[in-house]
């Protein structure tokens, strides 16, 4: 492969072009492994940031994609219908919280971030009420559009790079009480001050619901989530659940919000939507909403991709969706989570470590130092995986097919990377 014309012509997510990084050149992806183009099989770790659930090149829906691109790849979706959206919106709807009427299919995350947050302000527009915020936690992330980024970790996201034309909504403390330890009444207050003070401004209040992912690998406290949900319904704010990191039993649930037992107004799904096979994401909502929102002035929902119901993607998100309809994925997530639950707290010995938590099929080392990137995706890749961190975060979502072994290599090299001091950077740095 041409890497001197990558380096020199192709932005990655979040480089530069001044210092671009080693990229490593893929040829191919089977079950859990990823080639590289030397021929070497990397175990991987990142499942394609959450969405390869299922494994690389899986026989099922190789079939659909085959079979589908045969009949049509894409047609528009205005005035046509066809059965891979009928059949994966039906498999949706039966999988999701019971509440949840009707789906709105978009073509990435970011986007059904969007699409959740112009239903919850055409809710209220049609409502006669203006509304024009969202509340939101701090350590969030809801991807890189407009919007999206708006309700994203001020800092993290650099909103002051945007200052003027970035809406700016508000933004609560994030819980500190961990998935498995003692709920603490405190995390809930700021929140709870916030709405009280806020909530006849406020359209809706937007989520992860339990994994707060890309703005800092947190796992909260169920009870937090369950008093979030009494709070928006006592103030009558809408809630959305973003899940698009969480859903499609990453967290050991079907949905992260199945773990305090409650339901959204409005849900975003992605990411393992498809099975990393696809972009193909959806915004679904109660039968109250979406007809509150039509009943407006607009008088439908203003909304329409050009690649909204992709065929392809319906049809691979479908197959995927029989997969997990099957539940297999029940064992494979809970004999990660026992992985994780037996090993990483082994980690917490090696002095660079602050932390490590888990859920499901997602493990966490939060270390004192940023890593060296460059220097510990080597020592990764020469390990025999694939394991990208950010910052101080070092952190696993395997696909859910792994095995035992493929764990084990997964944690070796960690504690590989925990031995090396040249892969983190030192305050001088
Ligand atoms: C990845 C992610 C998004 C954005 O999805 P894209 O497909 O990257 O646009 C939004 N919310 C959460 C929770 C995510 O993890």
Redesign the pocket.
Known sequence: MDLAFDRQHIWHPYTSTLTPLTCYPVTHADGVFIYLEDGKALVDGMSS??SAIHGYNHPRLNAAAHQQIDKMSHVMFGGITHQPAIEVCQRLLSLVPNNLEHVFLAD??????EVSLKMALQYWHAKGEQRPKFLTLRH??????FA?MSVTDPDNSMHTLYKGFLPEHLFAKSPNTGFWEAWDERDIEDFRHQLTENHRQIAAVIL?PIV???GGMRIYHPEFLRQVRALCDEFGVLLIL?????GFGRTGKLFACEHANIQPDIL?V??ALTSGYM?L?AALTTKEVADTVCGGEAGCFMHGPTFMGNPLACAVASASLSLIEEGHWQQQVKQIELGFAERLPLLNRYPQVKATRWLGAIGVVETHQPVNMEVIQALFVQHGVWIRPFGRLIYMMPPFISEPQHLDQLIQAVEAALQSPECFLSDAD
């Open positions: 940031w959450w990435s995350g970011s986007v059904a971030v969030g992330y809801h991807g890189d559009t999206a992860e707060q992912g890309a973003d899940e698009i990191a969480t975003c992605g990411k972009t994401s």
